[in-house]
């Protein structure tokens, strides 16, 4: 019976099988041809979303924007052009409305806070060192643009001048009147380029350099600049396409970094002090000093150690002020001529034990260069026995990393006149040639042939933000790259009159920074459950392309949004790339912020997993959201 039983329903089997196979096709029939009506329906997105975004963003809070800056838009919704894949996204509950803070939080820099820095040890000014607020400490407000804030001016006219309104201290064009670092004319700024050891102006002085070392060759392209002031120098090198990383303390120079960014000058708030600087070995391929009041020959030749550590085999140092030409200026100086001399004698003595030769001193300037190896070095430590050659397992570890007296050891070479690491090409072929750290195949995981492949995808990922965003049109000029990887967007943005910061995670699994400087570009490490270091309103564009599946699980991404929000200019965008679940989060919580943001295709369709959004941050004061409360 059993076997009987078992075998009786095969009878109707076929036709079963039929009628299933019907139903099958006919609910896909009617799935798909839904799907068609509605990507037909939705496909009435604006010609050009570009010249959507010349207007997304505007409020209608009755602040006007600057003289040189798009009209204002009267509709809260400018943001409405339509994506051909939408994300439905449940509002139960709604948004958590983020108030404005206070007024007086508008120039607020939570890791370099003043009030807070009083608390730290001031041996070696280690208290103007980054000290992060405690969790209990964060702010969950937007932090306000001054009253009647006004778009920045458009590069290069923003590298001469900048509006009153948005960085109102007029200190230091009283202080440094005489050295002509700043000037104040009527509504706004004027940077004539001068400087406390180059009072012909900036341009003069890096002549005056080009005279003793090559600039314009190509060989140099990435510098570093130590106390930059308002970064005339730094702006200056930029038409001989040389980028610098400048940085400085946020101390009694009020703003000098600020000022230095609203220029649309690459600057961060730093300081040599007790750790190291966040930026990975042999990155730069000049360094500069020029009257920063940076100790060089004290705590060993510390600081002078860690200048050698990010400088590339064959860099520069060069040095102006104090004490170069003491006979001259010691007066002036304030100082005895006993005083100068040991000082000079102290620094060319540790120069001489980094193993650097002198390349020249005349009149204002001195330079040394670092060797291309340490063949030699290693011989001379028989004679100089401090500082000796560090065993450290990382050189490029930098992140909270305190600084040490020993030399960064150098790549082996086998011969003396080998370039330890690899010898970079002449810029512009730099950045697209392969950088040696891939070559030695030093970062694990990354070849020669991913290198290429991600090149040619931020090629078509920028292509395809041209039709989104208005890039070519010169609205934006800093940008940030949050998770820069090989740093293949800014290459992608090499044309454009913009420059980016590189930003690598602090905790990646891969060290990519010191690839990215191989080719050209500047950046820093950076973990992003703490403050950047920067002034508020510092960027117009903001690229985070998987950063928050990074950073989901180890702080709450409302803070990290919080912080793009302050170091984001008004009327600034910002590019999310991430899965659909972590934008959706992102979506609404970005909605309490006076931000505007819309979902747009994958620049290979709608299929892709991996999805953008792209927001823009609203126009307000905080004069308006004093009244409006």
């Not at 439905?88 to 120039?107: H, K, L, T, V, W």
């Amino acid at each position: 019976m059993a076997k009987e039983y078992s075998g009786s329903p095969k009878i109707h089997q076929p036709e079963s099988k039929r009628n299933r196979l019907t139903w099958i096709l006919g609910v896909s029939a009617l799935c798909i041809l839904s799907y068609i009506i509605g990507a037909w329906q939705n496909t009435s997105a604006p010609t050009n979303r570009s010249e959507v975004f010349n207007n997304a963003g505007r409020s209608d809070i009755g602040s006007t924007s600057a003289g040189n800056s798009l009209p204002l838009s009267s509709s809260s919704s400018a943001l409405d052009f339509q994506s051909h894949h939408q994300v439905e996204m449940n509002n139960s509950g709604g948004a958590q409305n983020f108030p404005p803070c206070d007024i007086s939080y508008s120039e607020y820099t939570p890791c370099q806070d003043p009030v807070r820095a009083r608390k730290f040890d001031r041996d070696m000014l280690k208290y103007r060192e980054r000290h992060c607020p405690k969790k209990e400490e964060l702010l969950r407000c937007l932090i306000p643009a001054p009253p009647r804030y006004r778009t920045p001016f458009k590069w290069p006219q923003s590298r001469d001048y900048a509006w009153y309104v948005n960085i109102p201290h007029r200190e230091l064009s009283i202080e440094k009147a005489v050295q002509n670092w700043i000037q104040v004319e009527g509504d706004r700024f004027r940077f004539p380029g001068g400087g406390t050891m180059f009072p012909r102006g900036a341009d003069a002085y890096i002549d005056d350099i080009n005279d003793l070392i090559p600039l314009k060759s190509g060989n140099i392209r990435t510098a570093i600049d130590t106390g930059c002031g308002v970064a005339s120098w730094g702006a200056y090198l930029l038409r001989r396409d040389i980028l610098a990383m400048s940085f400085a303390p946020r101390d009694t120079h009020e703003a000098q970094v600020q000022f230095a960014l609203e220029r649309g000058v690459p600057a961060m708030i730093g300081i040599m002090a007790s750790q190291r600087l966040p930026y990975p070995a042999r990155a730069f391929d000049m360094a500069h000093c020029s009257r920063c009041l940076i100790p060089w020959q004290k705590y060993d030749g510390m600081y002078l150690i860690e200048v050698d550590r990010v400088l590339r085999p064959g860099g520069y140092w060069i040095l102006s002020g104090p004490p170069i030409r003491w006979k001259t200026y010691w007066r002036g100086w304030e100082r005895t001529q006993e005083d100068l001399k040991q000082e000079q004698d102290a620094i060319e003595d540790v120069a001489k034990r980094l193993c650097w030769k002198k390349v020249i001193e005349k009149n204002d300037l001195a330079i040394w260069q670092k060797p291309l190896n340490h063949i030699d070095c290693i011989k001379s430590k028989k004679v100089y026995k401090t500082p000796h050659i560090c065993q450290s397992d990382d050189p490029d570890t930098a992140w909270y990393r305190n600084m040490e007296t020993c030399i960064t050891p150098l790549p082996e070479v086998s011969s003396s006149d080998e370039v330890a690491g690899g010898a970079l090409e002449k810029w512009p072929q730099r950045a697209f040639a392969i950088p040696p750290r891939i070559t030695s195949g030093s970062i694990p995981g990354i070849t020669a042939e991913k290198f290429n492949e991600d090149n040619d995808l931020w090629k078509d990922r920028v292509s395809h933000y041209k039709g989104i965003i208005p890039l070519s049109k010169g609205r934006y000029r800093n940008i940030m790259d949050m998770n820069a990887y090989l740093g293949g967007f800014a290459a992608a943005l090499s044309k454009y009159p913009v420059w980016v910061m590189n930003v690598v995670p602090a905790n990646s699994n891969q060290d990519t920074l010191g690839v990215i400087y191989e080719r050209g570009f500047i950046g820093t490490y950076q973990d992003w459950c703490e403050a950047f270091s920067t002034y508020p309103r510092t960027y117009d564009l903001i690229h985070a392309g998987g950063l928050f599946s990074i950073y989901q699980d180890r702080c709450d991404i409302t803070h990290i949004l919080l912080e793009m929000d302050r170091i984001l200019r008004p009327e600034g965008t910002v590019i999310f790339r991430d899965t659909v679940e972590v934008l959706v989060k992102i979506q609404g919580i970005i909605d309490g912020m006076r931000w505007k943001s819309q979902f747009v295709d994958h620049e290979s369709g709608p299929f892709n997993p991996e999805k953008i959004l792209v927001a823009v941050k609203a126009y307000w004061t905080g004069e308006a959201a004093q009244k409006q409360s």
